[in-house]
């Protein structure tokens, strides 16, 4: 076993990670160590040749390989060291860190401070409890993108999409340029689980199919998909089996949500969010172990990658500022954040008394489709310290605010709620 010491390990190269890196070293960081499973950096953003990236960061329309570009550039016009193809299987308390590399064998890691950048996995079928047979042709929504963009295959010909996240509309495009047939997009809720700029790009400009509130009722075929069965909602959520009707089809793609991979978090005792179902982080984005941040969607699913960097980047200097000492850990001062009425998820959930900087920015999902809805911010009471408006909130597209800092009062408890017209 090699031993391996550094003042800031980043496990995970995606924007995250990478933007964790680099603002580690600029903090003032020493040794960076960036450990990535692939065999290169970015992440997940080297299968997503779409545009739309970087409009927020750098006020330009970005493919996802480009996008990836600037940071990785960024990362290795610095002494950041770079583990690549090796995978971390243990983390413990004391941040000490397991990993198996192809070429460096078994590694012991040493880290004055972690950040964790991991990132998120799909949903599979196993979690959605599908009914009918399993045959050959089912599969997530990202595996059929990185089978087209990277490996060049074309995983079907008539395709029937469930869910509709960002990464099923956009690979409903995508299948569609490449020849393929989308029959359908079946989406359980009433409205669509990705931004409103895909449906309009992704899924109305190609006249591609969408049925809401619809869900599917079987698979068929034995060796290979051959069709699905679709059926509408009642008033009660339930499938109306007697507007059912059959889709033929030879591929089932699945799009029905993204999970942050937080396996090493709960191995370290980090405290996770049920709401999330990532890390509960202050607004250094550190968490409940002593030393252990996290970034990007391993905190919480985002909707922008614009996002994801900019809170790598405060997560990566955090990290370096708490390896000089400079960042304690939680203590019984703490604010405590909370989702309140109309208001399904919050991040940062909790606020540390060494608040530095102007602003604390939140990141909030809203519970339902709301217009002229009003954010508010207060402590318990009619006390209120923030309050916005806004036009339309969806869940699926997040909401940023910044909040003056010296308005929160040490040990004090705030909600965020929604108010407004639900539709």
């Not at 329309?61 to 550039?73: K, M, N, Q, V």
């Not at 992704?202 to 809401?212: H, R």
């Not at 007697?242 to 370290?268: H, K, M, W, Y």
């Amino acid at each position: 076993m090699k031993n391996v010491t550094c003042d800031v390990a980043v496990i995970g190269s995606g924007p995250a990670g990478l933007a964790a890196a680099v603002a580690a070293h600029d903090q003032g960081a020493e040794d960076v160590l960036l450990i990535e499973r692939d065999a290169g950096l970015g992440g997940i953003l080297q299968q997503c040749i779409h545009n739309g990236f970087g409009l927020h960061l750098f006020d330009e329309d970005l493919t996802g390989p480009e996008y990836a570009s600037r940071f990785i550039a960024e990362a290795e016009a610095r002494p950041i060291r770079q583990i690549l193809r090796a995978m971390v299987i243990e983390l413990n308390a004391n941040r000490e860190l397991l990993a198996v590399s192809r070429n460096e064998g078994l590694l012991h890691v040493s880290p004055k401070a972690v950040v964790l950048a991991m990132g998120c996995r799909e949903r599979p079928r196993g979690a959605i409890a599908l009914p009918g047979f399993r045959p050959a042709g089912i599969m997530t929504a990202g595996t059929a993108q990185r089978f087209i963009n990277i490996e060049g295959f074309l995983p079907g010909k008539e395709i029937v999409i469930l869910g509709s996240g960002d990464i099923g509309m956009i690979m409903a495009r995508r299948l569609h340029l490449e020849g393929a047939r989308v029959k359908a997009v079946i989406e359980i809720q009433s409205c669509i689980g990705g931004l409103s700029r895909n449906l309009v790009q992704c899924l109305q400009d190609f006249d591609i199919p969408l049925y809401l509130s619809h869900t599917l009722t079987d698979i068929h075929g034995a060796h290979r998909v051959e069709g699905v069965d679709v059926a509408p909602l009642d008033r009660h959520g339930k499938p109306d089996l007697s507007g059912s009707f059959p889709v033929s089809c030879d591929t089932l793609l699945l799009s029905v949500g993204l999970i942050p991979e937080n396996e090493l978090s709960r191995q370290a005792g980090v405290r996770l969010d049920p709401i999330t179902g990532g890390p509960l982080v202050d607004q250094h984005y550190q968490t409940s172990v002593p030393g252990v941040f996290a970034a990007g969607n391993v905190v919480q699913v985002f909707d922008l990658v614009d996002h994801v960097s900019t809170c790598g980047t405060t997560a990566g200097s955090s990290a370096a500022r708490y390896a000089a000492g400079e960042i304690a850990a939680w203590d019984d001062r703490m604010c405590r954040i909370e989702a309140g009425k109309g208001v399904r998820a919050v991040v940062p959930q909790r606020l540390t008394a060494d608040r530095d900087a102007d602003e604390v920015h939140f990141y909030l999902r809203s519970g339902s489709v709301m217009r002229k809805a009003t954010l508010q911010l207060s402590n318990g009471g009619n006390e209120s310290l923030f309050t916005k408006r806004f036009r339309i909130v969806r869940p699926p597209e997040m909401i940023h605010v910044a909040v003056a800092n010296g308005d929160f009062i040490p040990s004090k408890s705030y909600a965020a709620s929604l108010r407004g017209e639900i539709t």
